[in-house]
């Protein structure tokens, strides 16, 4: 993440440049194309109403490909082949809207001039105009950002490291106050202690100071008030270091609830807008394949009645998101009296750590074999994804049994995620792994989870299945 608020808004600038200059590209090749084609001439207003989608897919692909991270990059051979490639796939996409649409009065020629041009601007504005511009403003002191750090312990210390670490336009931490007096001519990373904490109001009238951080220990927070008090009569911005509990966090929120200010702290970052996309993802890919997934049930379903008595449904009490209980379906696998028979078979158990897993399991039936090889036995778990119980990809639920075994508290984390069908632990050995590999891969998935991740699984699991390793 960078830190400048330049940065951000030389982001937001170079969005709207980059729109104008695609649409100032757009016309001036159509009417080169134009000149250069004389005897075959396209419409210009059916050329000229698919430009909005154009420069949607073209922005979207530059925002995926970092177009907008930041000025800093390496090269600008390394910005071109960036552009290119964002270029590049949105040509892809573009063609097969054509397609699909059987858009034949597009001109492709015009496309590809469109795009080599498009290209070349933007590399050109960027090494012309911008870098200039850019690089000319870092080597100039006076426009660094000036910081004021109150505190200089170890906090303070690598507050100051990360601020340098994420500028672009340079920082200048004019120095730091301690809570006690300082020493004469002390200095904490080559900048100098100016005084106490007392001393702020004079300070910020005498130096030129941008933002002031607060980087003293949570015991020391009474302070702050004075601190407060003292930028909001200079008009400087104040700035809290808000890891003052030793919380492992992935996402810091702020959020104001009719005036009053919520800090949130969360140890799992989600992104409620990509959870939205993960719903609706289940939802589509399960209602999709509901007609051949119904015609298999009632096969498996037809196969269970003939193979052993009972019910053809396994309803199981399971612990969801926010450790929420829910019946998850599965096919019987099992005799009918299997839940009895547990107590007297639990001292064969061959899993480590809460699970209850034997490879020769007496009470699995004939058909049961077979569906669980094949995974068939989880089938019923789609209603389960349709009535939001569960996602196509997530940590497996577990049995109120097996929850109240858990000997870590850490391992609770699974349950800040809505359980699944197929995780890591299905695509990496499935129930030959070891409990406690099974919970690492767990948490893993949460720490990193993506939607991309999501697929990269999906696609995993199909072989996985149909080869049926590591079922029991």
Same mark, same amino acid.
């Given at each position: 993440?960078?830190?400048?608020?330049?940065?951000?808004?030389?982001?937001?600038?170079?969005?709207?440049?980059?729109?104008?200059?695609?649409?100032?590209?757009?016309?001036?090749?159509?009417?080169?194309?134009?000149?250069?084609?004389?005897?075959?001439?396209?419409?210009?207003?059916?050329?000229?109403?698919?430009?909005?989608?154009?420069?949607?897919?073209?922005?979207?692909?530059?925002?995926?490909?970092?177009?907008?991270?930041?000025? %800093?990059?390496?090269?600008?051979?390394?910005?071109?082949?960036?552009?290119?490639?964002?270029?590049?796939?949105?040509?892809? *996409?573009?063609?097969?809207?054509?397609?699909?649409? &059987?858009?034949?009065?597009?001109?492709?020629?015009?496309?590809?001039?469109?795009?080599?041009?498009?290209?070349?601007?933007?590399?050109?504005?960027?090494?012309?105009?911008?870098?200039?511009?850019?690089?000319?403003?870092?080597?100039?002191?006076?426009?660094?950002?000036?910081?004021?750090?109150?505190?200089?312990?170890?906090?303070?210390?690598?507050?100051?490291?990360?601020?340098?670490?994420?500028?672009?336009?340079?920082?200048?931490?004019?120095?730091?106050?301690?809570?006690?007096?300082?020493?004469?001519?002390?200095?904490?990373?080559?900048?100098?202690?100016?005084?106490?904490?007392?001393? *702020?109001?004079?300070?910020?009238?005498?130096?030129?100071?941008?933002?002031?951080?607060?980087?003293?220990?949570?015991?020391?927070? &009474?302070?702050?008030q004075y601190i407060a008090d003292a930028c909001e009569e200079e008009g400087v911005k104040l700035r809290?270091?808000?890891?003052?509990?030793?919380?492992?966090?992935?996402?810091?929120?702020?959020?104001?609830?009719?005036?009053?200010?919520?800090?949130?702290?969360?140890?799992?970052?989600?992104?409620?807008?990509?959870?939205?996309?993960?719903?609706?993802?289940?939802?589509?890919?399960?209602?999709?394949?509901?007609?051949?997934?119904?015609?298999?049930?009632?096969?498996?379903?037809?196969?269970?009645?003939?193979?052993?008595?009972?019910?053809?449904?396994?309803?199981?009490?399971?612990?969801?998101?926010?450790?929420?209980?829910?019946?998850?379906?599965?096919?019987?696998?099992?005799?009918?009296?299997?839940?009895?028979?547990?107590?007297?078979?639990?001292?064969?158990?061959?899993?480590?750590?809460?699970?209850?897993? *034997?490879?020769?399991?007496?009470?699995?039936?004939?058909?049961?074999?077979?569906?669980?090889?094949?995974?068939?036995?989880?089938?019923?778990?789609?209603?389960?994804?349709?009535?939001?119980?569960?996602?196509?990809?997530?940590?497996?639920?577990?049995?109120?049994?097996?929850?109240?075994?858990?000997?870590?508290?850490?391992?609770?984390? %699974?349950?800040?995620?809505?359980?699944?069908?197929?995780?890591?632990?299905?695509?990496?050995?499935?129930?030959?792994?070891?409990?406690?590999?099974?919970?690492?891969?767990?948490?893993?998935?949460?720490?990193?989870?993506?939607?991309?991740?999501?697929?990269?699984?999906?696609?995993?699991?199909?072989?996985?299945?149909?080869?049926?390793?590591?079922?029991?």
């Amino acid at each position: 993440m960078i830190f400048d608020e330049k940065s951000r808004q030389a982001g937001r600038l170079l969005l709207v440049l980059d729109a104008l200059l695609a649409a100032l590209v757009f016309l001036t090749t159509y009417w080169v194309r134009e000149l250069i084609f004389l005897s075959n001439p396209s419409d210009y207003y059916a050329h000229l109403a698919l430009f909005p989608l154009i420069l949607v897919i073209q922005t979207l692909l530059l925002f995926r490909f970092g177009a907008y991270r930041g000025l %800093r990059i390496s090269s600008i051979v390394g910005y071109a082949w960036m552009v290119s490639r964002a270029l590049a796939f949105s040509f892809l *996409i573009f063609l097969t809207i054509l397609f699909l649409l &059987k858009a034949t009065y597009v001109s492709r020629s015009f496309l590809l001039m469109y795009g080599v041009a498009d290209l070349v601007a933007l590399v050109a504005v960027r090494a012309g105009l911008v870098w200039w511009y850019f690089h000319r403003s870092v080597e100039r002191n006076e426009n660094f950002l000036k910081v004021l750090i109150v505190g200089t312990g170890q906090r303070a210390k690598h507050l100051s490291r990360t601020l340098r670490e994420h500028s672009e336009w340079g920082i200048d931490v004019i120095g730091y106050l301690d809570l006690s007096p300082p020493q004469p001519g002390a200095t904490v990373l080559g900048s100098p202690v100016l005084g106490t904490v007392d001393q *702020i109001g004079s300070l910020l009238k005498q130096h030129v100071i941008d933002e002031v951080i607060v980087a003293i220990p949570r015991t020391m927070i &009474k302070d702050v008030q004075y601190i407060a008090d003292a930028c909001e009569e200079e008009g400087v911005k104040l700035r809290l270091m808000a890891d003052v509990f030793d919380l492992q966090v992935s996402r810091l929120r702020l959020a104001d609830l009719g005036g009053i200010p919520l800090l949130t702290f969360e140890p799992v970052a989600q992104d409620e807008k990509m959870l939205i996309v993960k719903r609706v993802m289940d939802l589509v890919v399960t209602l999709a394949f509901m007609p051949l997934v119904l015609l298999l049930m009632g096969l498996v379903a037809v196969a269970i009645k003939l193979d052993s008595p009972g019910p053809v449904l396994f309803v199981q009490e399971r612990v969801g998101l926010r450790k929420r209980p829910f019946r998850m379906y599965k096919f019987r696998s099992m005799r009918q009296d299997a839940e009895q028979k547990l107590k007297e078979i639990e001292h064969l158990n061959e899993a480590e750590g809460p699970i209850f897993k *034997i490879a020769n399991d007496p009470r699995i039936t004939r058909v049961g074999k077979f569906i669980r090889r094949t995974s068939l036995d989880e089938l019923p778990q789609l209603f389960n994804v349709i009535r939001g119980h569960m996602s196509l990809v997530g940590p497996r639920p577990m049995s109120v049994r097996d929850v109240d075994l858990f000997d870590k508290g850490v391992q609770r984390k %699974r349950f800040s995620v809505r359980p699944g069908l197929t995780c890591l632990w299905q695509v990496s050995g499935r129930s030959s792994l070891p409990f406690t590999k099974w919970l690492e891969l767990d948490l893993e998935y949460i720490d990193n989870w993506t939607l991309g991740l999501d697929f990269k699984i999906l696609l995993k699991t199909i072989p996985t299945v149909l080869k049926g390793s590591g079922a029991v």
